[in-house]
């Protein structure tokens, strides 16, 4: 490793946790992601701590659980008080740079009323410098489509099915491609601007954020990764025998199947009722999302290519990972904002260039790790302070080969579905809730995994024995015992993480002391 200090931070949209093929998949296959993993580590149970995309980005970006940024839904602002990655990096003469976007919603305090920031949640982070901001990067790839002679009206129509395509009578609605070619996609043209600042910055040292909207609906996907995988061979979702006994599980399951029933934006141009389409229709469009991962796939091998052209990639920490998953069928539901485990297990792959972390190359990862652990990580790694701020804590003795002291025993999660429009449930509408009732916290086990919504009933699952969720034992008295216990962890983790950042400060004659706690905090020794 040279004395160059790199950070390549990758992020993909909606990618579940177990689609990997070097975690043993039954059907993906990603070989560059593999390649990165053999060179790295694999942090096995890695969890989002809140869904959907703003929320998640915001915990990732800032170190913050959900309880303590606050920024709950797509459009809710995130404090302006809280740092972040981007903001910490500057201090040490980094210029962070962002292709893609961070759906952070600006605070409006101090703001005019009439200010474009407060008329957007797809805004950047504060700190980045812009290289491609979405949505300007989709007019930009959109005017370059149009410049090639493609036909479509705008956002609202690019990601049609090709026109006159004809799919064999084997294959459902979404085996048919999109209407341009994969050279010519969003994942191309974005892996294309990011090779180019690649090669532009190779004597510098930088941070880059690259944000890939794959393989987030729609679910479509350009040849020939519309074709990589036979329906066939794709195993159907894990769910109850009808929609109608799913339903009985909670309410809130309930209410997103009957959300999913209605015409949504969650899938455009797809003819197929989300809950009720066939077999052949519903294995196709898992088979197309996972020919989506395999364009990102593709796409982070030319770029991992392109540091090792240009002599930068034994100076480069490499992180992938994702926002948050997607249910993918499973309970008959589609999205990410559901208590299972599709919702927010994702992957998490780091390759760390330093020598210390030979010892950690190719590891495969067991403990719990959360999104939260990504800010404290890659400042630890050029060698910064971690905030007091941060909830989560740095993942460097991992990558050398250690096994960090007192590390968390359980995942943490949570979700806010008060209402909004940006497609989620409206709880006060639905359930008859008070807004700040609208709240789910989840402590995810090896084994137990309980769920605590602030005002409906609570679940309790038995992973080792119903690892797909569908068997609520919240209700057993032979289980009451479990359930006081995982409530009274998950009460003590909220307790341990509420807001800490003054709380260890003493003002007195000597003036303002740190005790100790705060230097310290975030790093795993």
């Known amino acids: 490793m040279t004395s160059r200090r790199k950070v390549l931070f990758i992020s993909a949209d909606q990618w579940r946790g177990e689609c990997l093929s070097a975690l043993g998949h039954p059907v993906v296959k990603t070989p560059h992601l593999d390649a990165l993993i053999a060179n790295g580590a694999l942090f096995k149970q890695h969890f989002t701590v809140v869904a959907p995309c703003g929320p998640a980005r915001a915990s990732m970006q800032t170190g913050l659980y959900l309880m303590n940024h606050r920024s709950g839904r797509n459009g809710t602002p995130l404090d302006a008080r809280h740092t972040n990655i981007a903001q910490e990096v ?25 200010d474009p920031a407060l008329r957007t949640y797809e805004g950047p982070l504060p700190g980045y410098t812009i290289g491609m901001l979405f949505p300007e990067y989709m007019r930009l790839w959109m005017n370059d489509l149009r410049a090639k002679g493609y036909k479509f009206n705008g956002r609202e129509d690019v990601y049609q099915p090709k026109p006159g395509f004809q799919k064999p009578a084997d294959r459902g609605h979404r085996y048919i491609p999109t209407l341009f070619s994969a050279e010519d996609s969003d994942t191309t043209f974005m892996a294309d601007k990011v090779i180019d600042w690649l090669g532009d910055h190779r004597e510098q040292d930088w ?28 195993p159907l979702p894990a769910r109850k025998s009808s929609p109608e006994e799913e339903a009985r599980q909670h309410p809130h399951v309930k209410a997103w199947i009957d959300k999913l029933r209605a015409p949504s934006n969650y899938d455009e141009h797809n ?49 992938f990972t994702c926002d948050h998953g997607e249910m993918g ?9 559901l208590y299972f485990d599709p919702s927010f297990y994702i992957p998490l792959i780091i390759r760390d260039p330093r020598r210390q972390a030979d010892a950690g190359r190719g590891r495969h990862v067991d403990a719990f790790t959360e999104s939260v652990d990504l800010m404290p990580t890659m400042l630890d790694w050029l060698g910064m302070e971690i905030p007091a701020q941060c909830d989560g804590r740095s993942l460097l003795p991992f990558l050398e080969g250690r096994q960090p002291s007192n590390w968390r025993e359980e995942a943490h999660m949570e979700l806010d579905f008060r209402g909004g429009p940006n497609g989620g449930l409206n709880g006060e509408e639905l359930f008859g809730l008070d807004s700040n009732d609208c709240q789910v916290a989840i402590l995810r086990g090896k084994r137990w995994k309980y769920v605590h919504f602030a005002a409906m009933p609570p679940l309790l699952f038995d992973l080792s024995s119903d690892p797909a969720e569908m068997n609520n034992l919240a209700g057993d008295p032979a289980h009451a015992g479990i359930m006081l216990e995982m409530a009274q962890k998950l009460l003590s983790w909220r307790l341990r993480h509420q ?26 020794d």
């Open 90 to 114: 500057r201090k040490i003469g980094l210029d962070p740079t962002l292709y893609g976007y961070t759906d952070t919603s600006a605070d409006p305090r101090g703001r005019p009323a009439n």
């Open 207 to 234: 941070f880059m954020h690259c944000v890939f909207l794959r393989p987030h609906p729609p679910v479509i996907t350009p040849e020939p990764y519309n074709a990589l995988y036979d329906p066939a061979k794709i």
């Open 271 to 319: 003819p197929n009722n989300l809950v009720t389409m066939p077999d052949l229709e519903l294995k196709q469009m898992r088979a197309c999302y996972y020919g989506m991962m395999n364009e990102v796939d593709d796409a982070v091998g030319r770029i991992i290519a392109r540091l090792k052209e240009t002599r930068q990639y034994d100076s480069t920490l490499i992180v």
């Open 329 to 337: 069928g499973d309970h008959y539901s589609w999205g990410k904002e």
């Open 499 to 524: 807001e800490h950042v003054l709380s260890n400060y003493h003002v007195g004659a000597e003036g303002l002391e740190d005790r100790g706690y705060n230097r310290h905090l975030g790093r795993a």
